[in-house]
Every structure is written in C-alpha cells, then in structure tokens.
C-alpha cells in the first residue's frame, strides 16, 4: 500500500525545468531508493516533496492527502522528516537542542522519552550532548540530523545523500541505522543516493533519474543484476568484452 505518490510532476527552478513529468509510488514500511548522478534533480525531489519548492504541475498525496504546495511546516507536522544534504544542523546550538528542534512541532509529553531513543540509536550524541553542533565530525552530525528528524516521529523519513563525504566505516554505520529504522520502527523511508551498492543492499525499489527524469524502476534486487546498472553505477564491467570503450557506450534506455 502506498504511502506517498507523486504524479506526473514537474518542478523548474526560475525558467529551468529541474523535474520533468516523474511518477513515483512510495510503500509503506519500505525502502525506496533514488539513484542518478549529480544534477539527475534527486535532490529536487525531495524538496518539492517537503514543500521546500513548489511543483509546478501535477499531484503528489501522502496517506490519500494532497500535500502539493503546502507550506513545509504543515508538511511536516503530517508526519514527513527531511534530513537534507550538507546535514544543516545548528553549528551554535548544542546537541541536544538541535535535537528538541526537530520537535519543534509536537505538543505532547514524550519528547525526553523520544531523546532517549535517539541516544540509544546514536550512543556517541549522547556522550556529547552539551558540544556545540560546529564542533562535532561530518559524520557525528549526519547522526545528528537524522537523529533530529526522528524527533519528529516522522511516518516517513526522507534522505538526501547521507553517505556524502563520511568514510566507508561511518557509511557502513549509518547503513545499518538506516536499516534498523526501518526493520525496528517501521518507518518508510526515501533515500536518495549516489553510492548504488549502498542504497540497493537496504533498499527494497529503486528508482533511477537523469536529467530530471525517471530511466528506470524496479526492485532493487533487479536493478542490482541490471546490465547498465552494474555498469554504470557499480563500476562493474563484462570481462568477456574486449575492446569496448566504456565513454562510447550508450545506455539502453537513451
């Protein structure tokens, strides 16, 4: 069952059109993967979701409500986090209260009790909850902003490149959180990712975008074997091919 769909949308940046015409159908309790190179419009997408940009034309619905062109913060408080690329934390704010930020919209008394959960999942925050956020690591504060946009028990946790610029050991770390969200949580989740090998191992279907386009979709289990996959995102090549170059190769679905 779908939790999130986004049809036939278009989203342009001044006279640039960023999207051109995607659909996407985003299940319940899975893991939905956007893969594509730098300016493929990834990113985009997730800010037209969150109501960071407006679309243009078409429909996106999330639990059977059209939330196109809604200002972010009634997005928000639906039930939709956003953990953006570059992290955004609040460099002169403490840990903590970057974290109590992202509950910035919830008027019960279970916040403390939510904290606790995100120090459980991220041992290290907890250890440094009065340091300043400037100070801490790249990868210390990748866990602070998903961390942060838990506190918003989120129904859908949107990604935007978390692997960027961590070392394989924290993109191995920050894996396995992701992946446990989902299993011990069950949150749906969107990720949008260049590391292909990371986000087809968790994820459960795949999308795959360039020049703001939908090339390809399919479980992420197929788009592993998928000849322009292996190719073209995991560096995998035919060794029974000689003298094929790979910058004159065309993929198939140009």
Known sequence: ????????????YGPIMAI????MQIEKNQITVVLGPNGAGKTTVLKTICGAIDPQKGKIQ???????????????RLGIGHVPEGREVFPFLTVAENLKMGAFSRNDNEVDQDLDTVFEYFPILKEKHHQQAGFLSGGQQQMLAIGRALMLRPRLMLLDEPSLGLSPRLVHEITGIIKRLNTEQQMTILLVEQNAKMA??????GYVMELGRIVMEDTCKRLRTATDIQEFYLGMKDQGVRGRRRWKQRKTWR
């Not at 051109?20 to 659909?23: A, F, L, P, Q, W």
């Not at 999330?62 to 928000?76: C, L, N, T, V």
């Not at 087809?200 to 279907?205: E, Q, R």
């Open 62 to 76: 999330f639990d059977d409500k059209e939330i196109a062109r809604q200002d972010p913060d009634h997005i928000a």
């Open 20 to 23: 051109r015409g995607i659909s």
């Open 1 to 12: 069952m779908s939790l999130l769909e986004l049809n036939n949308i278009e989203t342009y």
């Open 200 to 205: 087809l191992d968790i994820g459960d279907y």
